[in-house]
């Protein structure tokens, strides 16, 4: 090459190498080279044209010397194995010569276009990259056909390679400035993402550098954002709490691994709860690549912790009182219980239930009743030792859990009863509500608990039953736990299912025993129900009726011996057995003497039958007319009035009831069997014996003798001339067949 030609082959590869350098424009530096080549090669008319490609089209981006309409018409234009120089030479990655444009199977599409701008001869080059990658082409056209020599060819190579690297150059320019708008928009995202989210994000270095502060605002900070940025955390918390944030720094980055845990400060005077997230990171700032930080999360939980303590509240605290609840003791008794096991002290658990609660909540109101409850349950709580639980179990029932009372049983007894007492004496004290001041008493029940008793459920139900105990013995008391009470009221609930399956299975009816006058004629019978056991045979009322009557059945049973002497009293009718004065008493108990449902009962059963009220004679203790006089007359009165009559069973050992007898319709007396046992002995008896049947007579009260054993005692009774008898010397009680013979016989022998 010539050295002028060379000398400006050299100062154009300055000024391109110069533009590339400066970053200017691409299209500038690629103008450069097709303007540089267009003034170095030989033939004047020669035009240069640099696309680029982008997948598989090329797009202009150099040819100052070259037709618009031509530069527009093949921008875009897809590559190919014929599609004219250039998207050949791009599509196979080598060079391609075209001499005459008009010719060339290559152009076969294109040549129109290339020949109306003045273009008959194309050679066009592949621009490489370093990395072998096409980027374009570079072609050089003429206006004439024509070949390159190979001068031209190796100015072609040298402008290639400036092409080449003004394009890699953009292509890295492009990329950073992409990197750099991804970049800015994640930030934007993050910042908007960091404005809504209710979460607080600190950045802080292993050295427990507050790095960055995100967060919506500072209410969860401990101090504001500006207060804290780039300071140390042990600079500006208290001691205590900045000890523990850079325990959780110092955990993450020696773990590197995320962090879950929650912890509690005080942000403007409020204490707050937050549940914390941490989580390294390894290069956090490029100038202080060897510097560790932590990403940390706080979200304020300060609510949701309340609302998960109230309603652990709830569940397991009394809402009226602030106690413990049935549930809570439960739990702490069974806990304890099983630490006891392991030991040889003694515990104690004390049931105390209030006396008279239910008088109170029904003639005050319930929420009388409340106030009572919440003063109690302050009282109790005073005299109760620290360890000690004591608990609402429902109602006016507390239990207390006493976890040491002693070594041994012995010790145990003494101080269990000292609390006991304790317990006792804040009763003493009246109860005010408004104006009105009483006095409440309680009934409590001990149950020892140690490494023998130690049940829950035994414990519980042991304190109760000596609860009951005290309750027994009319309240206001204290009561240890006793096996044979156990025993005993275990026995009486199991009579009770027994007595509910019995009455489905027909299994009680009554036996009737005659009374006599002194004539010897059958005046009445007395009904008194049987149990026909299917395993244990006949039982007697005295075995049941008890608990008949504690669990609300004995209503039902009397049912059934009514039942029984209208179907007696509807035969002896039918056998013309008796006049009209004969009647069948029926035994009464207090709970159904007191119910206002007694006559409609009576009633309805005895109008089943067509029998006359006349014919039932109601058997009554005195004990029964010794409470409220008033409504035993009304009750009594009322039922007269429909016919029935009533006579006073075992006379003489109640509470006596002689000055009221006069009021009372009472139609007959029945002197107890004790009475009877004694008339023959000469003393008190026989004239306690006379003195009723002489009140019987002065009140015109019929008076029976019940009991009578022997031949000497009716003769006796004869004498002192009773009503009439009944007793085993007559006979005993008899089923209803067995009776209805002996009626009838006894009748045949009397006339
Ligand atoms: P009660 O009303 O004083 O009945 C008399 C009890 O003395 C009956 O016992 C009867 O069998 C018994 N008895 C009669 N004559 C003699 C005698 O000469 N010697 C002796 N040793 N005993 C005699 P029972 O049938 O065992 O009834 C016991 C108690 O059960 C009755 O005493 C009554 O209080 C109650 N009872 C019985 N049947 C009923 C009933 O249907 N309803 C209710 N509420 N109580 C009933
Ligand atoms: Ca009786
Ligand atoms: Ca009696």
Redesign the pocket.
């Known amino acids: 090459m010539e050295t002028a030609r060379l000398k400006k082959l050299l100062s154009h590869q300055q000024d391109i190498l110069s533009k590339i350098a400066l970053g200017l424009p691409l299209s500038d530096v690629l103008e450069e080279i097709c303007l540089s080549i267009e003034e170095v090669i030989d033939e004047k008319s020669a035009r240069c044209s640099i696309l680029t490609l982008v997948g598989d089209q090329l797009f202009h981006c150099a040819a100052p010397n070259i037709d618009d309409k031509y530069c527009k018409a093949i921008n875009g234009v897809h590559i190919g194995p014929s599609s004219g120089s250039c998207g050949t030479a791009a599509f196979s990655g080598k060079r391609v010569i075209v001499q005459d444009i008009e010719v060339s199977p290559l152009w076969k599409d294109y040549k129109g276009l290339a020949l109306s701008s003045g273009l008959k001869s194309c050679w066009s080059t592949p621009i490489i990259s370093t990395q072998s990658q096409i980027l374009g082409t570079f072609a050089i056209y003429h206006d004439k056909p024509k070949a390159p020599s190979v001068l031209e060819l190796e100015l072609i190579d040298y402008f290639v390679h400036f092409s080449s690297i003004a394009l890699e150059k953009n292509a890295e320019l492009l990329k950073g400035r992409q990197l750099l708008t991804d970049l800015e928009q994640s930030n934007e995202k993050f910042e908007a993402f960091t404005k809504v989210m209710p979460d607080l994000t600190l950045i802080l270095s292993e050295s427990g550098v507050y790095t960055d502060i995100y967060g919506s605002s500072d209410k969860l900070l401990y101090n504001s954002q500006k207060e804290l940025m780039n300071k140390k955390v042990n600079d500006v918390m208290p001691k205590k709490d900045a000890k523990s944030i850079m325990a959780v720094i110092d955990k993450t980055l020696e773990t590197n691994d995320v962090q879950v845990f929650e912890y509690e400060l005080e942000i403007n005077g409020q204490m707050m709860t937050f549940e914390g997230r941490t989580a390294p990171i390894e290069h956090y700032q490029s100038d202080k690549p060897f510097q560790r930080h932590i990403v940390w999360v706080a979200r304020d939980v300060t609510v949701r912790k309340k609302a998960e303590k109230e309603v652990e509240r709830l569940a397991f605290y009394d809402p009226l009182t602030g106690l413990p609840n049935r549930r809570m003791l439960n739990d702490k008794l069974t806990a304890y219980a099983d630490k006891i096991k392991l030991t040889n002290k003694t515990g104690a658990l004390l049931f105390l239930d209030l006396d008279n609660f239910k008088r109170i909540n029904d003639s005050l109101g319930h929420s009388a009743g409340d106030e009572v409850l919440v003063e109690l349950s302050n009282r109790l709580s005073s005299v109760i030792g620290k360890s000690d639980t004591l608990a609402r179990a429902g109602g006016d029932e507390f239990i207390i859990l006493l976890e040491y009372v002693g070594d041994d049983n012995e010790q145990a007894i003494i101080e269990s009863e000292i609390v006991a007492k304790k317990l006792q004496s804040v009763f003493n004290e009246k109860f005010e509500v408004g104006k009105l001041a009483f006095q409440v008493t309680c009934s409590i029940g001990i149950c020892l608990i140690d490494k023998i008793n130690s049940i829950t459920d035994n414990i519980l139900k042991f304190a109760d039953t000596a609860m009951y105990r005290s309750k027994i013995k009319r309240g206001n008391s204290c009561s240890f736990y006793d096996p044979e009470l156990q025993t005993l009221l275990q026995n009486q609930a199991e009579l009770e299912t027994d007595i509910v399956r019995a009455i489905s299975c027909d299994e009680f009816c009554?036996?009737f025993?005659p009374q006599i006058n002194t004539q010897g004629k059958v005046v009445g019978a007395?009904?008194?129900?049987r149990w026909n056991h299917p395993d244990k045979g006949l039982i007697?009322?005295?075995e049941f009726?008890p608990i008949a009557e504690q669990y609300g059945l004995?209503q039902t049973?009397?049912n059934t011996?009514l039942r029984d002497i209208c179907i007696l009293i509807n035969e002896l009718n039918g056998f013309d057995a008796i006049d009209e004065s004969f009647n069948i008493s029926?035994?009464?108990?207090q709970c159904?003497f007191n119910s206002v449902t007694l006559k409609n009962e009576l009633l309805t059963v005895i109008n089943g039958y067509g029998v006359k009220p006349s014919r039932v004679k109601l058997?009554i203790t005195e004990s029964m007319l010794s409470g409220d006089i008033e409504s035993a007359i009304q009750q009594m009165e009322d039922l007269k009035r429909h016919g029935f009559v009533f006579s006073i069973?075992?006379f003489g050992t109640g509470y006596s009831c002689l000055t009221h007898l006069s009021s009372f319709p009472v139609k007959e007396l029945k002197i107890d069997?004790s009475f009877i046992d004694k008339i023959l002995d000469g003393g008190i008896g026989f004239s306690i014996v006379e003195t009723i049947i002489n009140l019987g007579k002065s009140l015109n009260i019929s008076v029976v003798a019940?009991?009578?054993?022997k031949l000497e005692q009716l003769e006796m009774l004869k004498k002192i001339d009773v009503n009439a008898m009944?007793?085993?010397?007559l006979s005993?009680?008899m089923a209803h067949g067995d009776y209805l013979q002996w009626h009838k016989e006894h009748l045949k022998e009397n006339t």
């Open positions: 009554a036996h025993q007395e009904a008194l129900i007697a009322p005295n009726i004995i049973l009397q011996v029926i035994n009464i108990s159904q058997e069973d075992d069997k019940e009991g009578v054993e009944q007793g085993y010397f005993k009680p």
